[in-house]
């Protein structure tokens, strides 16, 4: 693989608080290699502004290998950069060549407001869970690991839904801000367990309605989330998530 | 769970589009099959007896009605969503994300479907409220039945290009409409099979190529005399 | 408070024992004492749950957005448990044995074998959870091997196990907040505990959304923060990971135990330049199917396929045949150490090893072309067929390799070389998971007690549930039932008032600092400190000198760093500074253990303690004990030592040749 030095031209979103109205600063970074991730190229450029004396853009991030979900930067015009199934912490500079501009703006979504300027606040996606996306299953209650057979294919699909990392880039790209592939993935991956049978009804009707007080918008199915999740949570979820409803509010005996 | 939540709710209000949309879909099978007749080059005999066999029984006048009242709910929770999902976004992006991810006709739905209300408006005046509400010419063919003639109707509608290109832009609204709308209900009705999913969208775009390109057809076959 | 508290009788009934005699709490009672939890990784979340669940008033704090984003989701490879589900000869005792001699005979018999015996509990709980676990075809579940065993005990979900153990143990706790007996604070990070009458009663923590200070009081404080790799700068932990809460704990009266028992994991991406700021792991669990090696000719120059199969040194597999590439953690980082230092390394930077799939993507292959019936298959049906179940088994890892190097591992061997990984030191904690301090409890990583030397892979994430679902909810009641009586101090007691101020006459400090260096920087130059005299062996000559250079670290840190911003916002410069300054004086003590440990162990290697062929020497005669750091002012420690006695699994020369 050959390797590169660029340099670039940042537009990036600053604003101070939730209350400020914010707006874009350019910056110019140089020498930046094809070797760094995204995120230590904008460490380089914080590096700088500290030692120039301003303040640094603060952004979400922790694990930095594609697994914890708190990165969360809109580049470019999507969610977490150019490439498929990433996170912008496993982004490399190598998507970018000598000369480019790049745009960098937080999640958008009422339901997200900024923290300051590429932070958001996704607890409503915590908020979500604690709806229902759990297995009502006390400590030590548990029978043996092995009592249950699950089919293998079943196994897979729900692995594949609970690889969901609660980033939010599907709310991110969603043209409804809607956070219905989150949702779903969380509905399947339960639902597609036979641990997950008892509560299958109620987890997903309480899900979906605090999802619509927290201000997401409603699935039009264009599958923007599908296709900038890092993780490539399919939209067959969402299938799933509203047969599992409209089974709920069938059978539902009040 | 309560009823009203069924159909109200974000998933809700997906359910009465998708089963609507469904509705529209199979409303649109009889339609394009019945108005195939004109090609029966029978001076449009067939289609004149078909088309007032779908107005002669009570059964197909509660069938219109459901239809109109389909229609409308459809219209109405359309812009109902769209006008609701939009103020979910107050500060939008900078770089908008365009096609990366997205089909354009996936995100212009709302305004695929208002030009396919403009169209439909003109063809309900041109076609519907005629035959329905006002004096039109008749014709009888043998054994004695006397039926409004409205494949000579057509005939003198499609005359003037500047109506012909009207449905033809009315139809390539429809055909990207179904495109998304098709394989789009019956996610939202949930069907979530891998192998139900690989039939349905392979129907859907069949669908919505064929029928649209059917329907776009008979104008050009009138205008052009194809048909007589 | 210095004492293990190990309860008497045979290592398999103390358990047993403990829980039938262990004082308890009622349930009215329970809801009246409140516990507070900092970190919800596997530990903190389980433990916060089940204490939730039993009807504890919980409070649990985290520093990041979301409990769900703790480091412990980024475990790749697995987690043990004894079930023998494989019926090949597993069973608690092998566990116990396993994790002991895996770590080096430095580890508290007691506390292993509990582990080993609650380890089976665990897969129940977290089946039951929903975590979808690898199955077989037949439905059940599915194990593999990892490095230190020969049995297959590891249960796994593809590459991202720590993921799905956390999300069962998160949602466990979502459910308790809705339930409401557990209030959950995010981006919230500890900064001081609050010591009442000698117990502790309380903490101090601030809001990182407004930077706001917080008194909050609990009866008990478990602290579940996990490790404290990132006192190297570069490590496979999280950007945020940090050693803060547990130091604080420590300066006022926690011993700190083993701190230099550092794990170095032997498969690593290697470091590309100066810009790094973490590495990334690549699962031990490749290790089941890939096989390392170097070439045998030094510097040579060819692509790894362009290298014969009779020029290549499959070191690991000449010098350990009886455990071959799943020798443990310490002995495969070091003999790859050894051979990039002797000139064989790989890549560009010469510091790296080749792990390669060829022959397992063939063996598979070929098993695969008989399954689906093809006779005579081709090399290509083979290789086919194999690339299918290798991407199966590791997809993930193999697609985040290519990500970060922008190499394919499927045709091209990976490039590997070790780094930091873990941290088997930690607060000293007594069989209840008590630190010195009565009330305050540290679990998980963030304690030092069963992992001895060197950790065994895939008994992380046992650690951290065992302790948070299946020890605390017991040893805490033994605490706690003394304290039903004691009602809840109001946070305007002078202790509280007299730790906040330290807290924020600390921030004040740093930010009037206001000098030219980010704190970024002086990480940087601690890590390297402590990377090249105090990482993978040292020597007296090294660790006397970095102890030095910290020394004049830590002056130059604070007279010279700069924060931007203000203390009452949102401001990651001064989160980091802070965690940077307690790293400093954390380093300088690991050095210290360091040097007085003149023996070779597990991850602690002293190039003046090894045997002719360059293995680890223990020196079990003076050096059998656990180092127990007290803090007593500033870079002075005093030294206590709990010996450790070994009933049952006597110590030996380890060996996995």
Redesign the interface.
């Known amino acids: 693989m050959e390797h590169y030095t660029m340099n670039l031209t940042l537009k990036v979103w600053r604003q101070k608080n939730k209350k400020d109205k914010g707006s874009f600063e350019t910056y110019t970074v140089s020498d930046i290699s094809s070797e760094m991730s995204f995120l230590e190229m904008f460490d380089v450029l914080n590096e700088r502004m500290v030692h120039e004396g301003k303040e640094p853009i603060a952004f979400d991030h922790d694990c930095r290998e594609g697994i914890c979900g708190m990165c969360s930067m809109y580049i470019n015009g999507r969610p977490h950069g150019p490439w498929e199934g990433t996170t912008t912490c496993q982004l490399h500079m190598r998507a970018f060549k000598d000369g480019d501009t790049i745009v960098v703006e937080p999640w958008r979504a009422n339901a997200f407001p900024v923290i300051k300027d590429l932070v958001v606040d996704r607890s409503a996606f915590d908020r979500i869970i604690q709806a229902g996306g759990y297995i009502s299953v006390n400590t030590g209650n548990a029978v043996d690991a092995n009592a249950t057979p699950i089919e293998k294919n079943k196994a897979d699909t729900s692995f594949a839904a609970a690889a969901c990392i609660g980033c939010g880039a599907c709310v991110a790209a969603c043209k409804n801000s809607s956070a219905l592939l989150f949702l779903s993935a969380k509905v399947s991956h339960l639902a597609l367990l036979p641990q997950g049978g008892p509560e299958r009804k109620t987890r997903v009707v309480d899900m979906i309605a605090q999802m619509d007080k927290e201000g997401f918008g409603s699935c039009t199915s264009t599958g923007a989330c599908e296709a900038v999740c890092p993780k490539e949570i399919p939209i067959t979820n969402i299938a799933r998530l509203n047969a599992e409803y409209g089974h709920a509010g069938l059978t539902s005996d009040k | 769970?309560?009823?009203s939540?069924?159909f109200t709710?974000?998933?809700?209000?997906?359910?009465v589009m998708g089963l609507t949309g469904v509705f529209l879909i199979l409303f649109l099978i009889v339609h394009v099959g019945l108005n195939a007749c004109i090609w029966a080059m029978d001076g449009g005999q067939m289609f004149n007896l078909a088309a007032n066999f779908m107005g002669s029984t009570v059964v197909m006048r509660i069938l219109e009605i459901g239809l109109f009242a389909t229609i409308i709910l459809h219209i109405v929770q359309a812009y109902v969503?769209e006008l609701?999902?939009?103020?979910?976004?107050?500060?939008?992006?900078?770089?908008?994300?365009?096609n990366?991810?997205?089909?354009w006709y996936?995100?212009y739905?709302g305004w695929l479907g208002t030009l396919i209300l403009f169209f439909l408006i003109v063809h309900i005046r041109n076609f519907w409220v005629p035959s329905r509400w006002l004096e039109m010419p008749e014709v009888t063919y043998p054994p004695g039945v006397t039926v409004h003639d409205l494949f000579g109707l057509m005939k003198d509608t499609f005359t003037n290009i500047w109506l012909v290109l009207l449905y033809l832009l009315g139809c390539v609204s429809l055909a990207f409409h179904l495109m998304?709308g098709f394989?789009?209900a019956?996610?939202?009705?949930?069907?979530?099979n891998?192998r139900y999913?690989h039939l349905i969208n392979g129907i859907g775009i069949g669908f919505s190529i064929i029928v649209p390109l059917a329907f776009a057809m008979m104008p050009i076959s009138m205008y052009l005399n194809w048909v007589q | 408070m210095f004492k293990s508290n190990i309860p008497d009788g045979s290592l398999d009934k103390k358990w047993e024992d403990y829980k039938g005699h262990v004082k308890l709490v009622n349930p009215a009672n329970k809801r009246s004492l409140e516990v507070i939890i900092i970190g919800t990784g596997l530990a903190g979340a389980s433990a916060a749950a089940s204490l939730g669940e039993m009807g504890y008033k919980v409070k649990a704090f985290c520093f990041q957005d979301s409990p769900r984003r703790a480091h412990s989701i980024a475990a790749q490879g697995g987690i043990n448990a004894a079930k023998n589900y494989q019926n090949d000869g597993d069973s608690t005792f092998r566990l116990f044995y396993d994790t002991i001699k895996g770590g080096d005979y430095r580890s508290r018999e007691s506390n292993v074998y509990r582990l080993a015996a609650v380890s089976a509990s665990i897969i129940d709980q977290c089946v039951a959870q929903g975590v979808p676990f690898a199955r077989e075809y037949g439905g059940l579940l599915s194990n593999r091997s990892f490095g230190g065993v020969q049995v297959q005990r590891t249960f796994y979900a593809a590459g991202q196990t720590g993921q799905q153990l956390l999300i069962g143990a998160y949602q466990a706790l979502e459910r308790q907040v809705a339930l409401g007996t557990v209030e959950m604070f995010t981006r919230h990070e500890m900064l001081e505990i609050v010591i009442i009458d000698g117990k502790t009663r309380g903490i101090i923590a601030r809001n990182l959304v407004t930077g706001e200070l917080e008194r909050h009081f609990g009866h008990a404080v478990l602290l579940a923060s996990g490790g404290y790799g990132n006192v190297f700068y570069l490590s496979t932990n999280a950007m945020g990971s940090n050693v803060t809460a547990a130091w604080k704990a420590h300066k006022q009266g926690a011993y700190f135990g083993n701190p230099c028992f550092t794990q170095i994991h032997p498969t690593c991406i290697p470091v590309t330049g100066d810009h790094q700021s973490k590495l990334t792991l690549m699962s031990e669990s490749l290790r089941n199917d890939g096989r390392i090696w170097v070439p045998k000719e030094k510097n040579d120059p060819r692509k790894p396929g362009e290298i014969p199969e009779a020029e290549r040194d499959y070191y690991l597999e000449r010098r350990y045949p009886a455990f071959g590439n799943l020798v443990p953690r310490d002995v495969a980082s070091r003999a790859a150490k050894e051979r990039c230092d002797a000139g064989y390394g790989v890549g560009t930077s010469k510091q790296a090893v080749y792990l390669d799939f060829a022959t397992a993507i063939e063996r598979y292959g070929k098993t695969e072309c008989r399954k689906h019936g093809i006779d005579n298959p081709t090399a290509e049906d083979i290789r086919h067929h194999g690339v299918e179940v290798v991407k199966e088994k590791y997809g993930n890892l193999f697609d985040m390799y290519a990500k970060i190097t922008g190499e394919d591992p499927y045709t091209t061997p990976m490039r590997i070389y070790p780094a930091v990984h873990y941290t088997m030191g930690g607060l000293w904690v007594d069989y209840e998971l008590m630190t010195t301090i009565p009330g305050l409890y540290a679990m998980g990583e963030a304690n030092f007690s069963d992992h001895g030397a060197n950790r065994l892979g895939a008994s992380a994430l046992m650690q951290g549930l065992a302790d948070g679902y299946f020890v605390i909810p017991y040893t805490i009641g033994n605490y706690l039932a003394d304290e039903i009586r004691t009602k809840a101090i109001p946070t305007s007691h002078a202790a509280f008032e007299a730790a906040e101020k330290i807290v924020s006459e600390r921030l004040s400090q740093l930010k009037n600092i206001n000098g030219t260096q980010s704190p970024e920087s002086f990480h940087k130059r601690l890590g390297k400190i402590m990377w090249d005299k105090c990482g993978m062996a040292r020597n007296e000559a090294g660790l006397k000198e970095a102890i030095e250079e910290i020394r004049a670290l830590k002056a130059e840190f604070w007279r010279d760093v700069r924060i931007t911003g203000n203390i009452a916002e949102f401001n990651p410069e001064l989160d980091k500074a802070g965690r940077v300054a307690d790293f400093i004086e954390l380093g300088e003590l690991m050095c210290q253990d360091a040097l007085m440990r003149r023996e070779s162990c597990g991850g602690h290697f002293r190039e003046e303690m090894q045997t002719e062929d360059g293995e680890a020497k223990r020196d079990d005669a003076n050096f059998s004990f656990v180092a127990a750091w007290e803090y007593k002012s500033d870079s002075n420690w005093e030294l206590h030592k709990e010996q450790l006695e070994f009933e049952v699994a006597h110590p030996s020369q380890r060996s996995y040749k």
């Open positions: 769970m309560k009823w939540e069924l709710s974000s998933v809700g209000k997906k359910f969503l609701q999902n939009r103020r979910k976004r107050s500060i939008g992006y900078q770089v908008p994300m365009g990366k991810g997205s089909k996936s995100r739905m998304h394989q789009s019956f996610r939202s009705l949930g069907v979530y891998n999913i």
